[in-house]
């Protein structure tokens, strides 16, 4: 099993940057295997994508924050990045994190999510 911790949310003025980690504790090879993934969810909206990273890939984004956001990972430090450049208010949002298994992208873990608030 793994479990995930995000952190590193916080308060940010409109073109302002926050960098957010996800933490993964428990199987560190299921880590590394995992295709890992941020997700949002703002007041009154659904959860949406944001990012992926593969264990061993290239990230890709959502259309909305491609060119601003980019998603890392460590897996020495089983630990991924979200590093958010040019916010705007319209990222304000909980921000999850969550491990899919690769071969059929089962959702093995979420954590709690971290809030990210753009004033303007």
């Known amino acids: 099993q793994v479990q995930l911790v995000e952190s590193g949310g916080g308060l940010v003025q409109t073109g302002g940057s926050l960098r957010l980690s996800c933490a993964a504790s428990?199987?560190?090879?299921?880590?590394?295997?995992?295709?890992m993934q941020w997700y949002r969810q703002a007041p009154g909206k659904q959860r949406e994508f944001v990012a992926a990273?593969?264990?061993?890939?290239?990230?890709n984004y959502a259309d909305s924050v491609k060119g601003r956001f980019t998603a890392s990972r460590d897996n020495g430090k089983n630990t991924m990045y979200l590093q958010m450049n040019s916010l705007k208010p319209e990222d304000t949002a909980v921000y999850y994190c969550?491990?899919?298994?690769?071969?059929?992208?089962?959702?093995?873990?979420w954590g709690q999510g971290t809030q990210v608030t753009v004033s303007s």
């Open positions: 969550a491990a899919r298994r690769i071969n059929d992208n089962t959702f093995l873990a």
């Open positions: 428990g199987s560190g090879v299921i880590f590394r295997l995992s295709t």
């Open positions: 990273i593969p264990g061993g890939g290239s990230p």
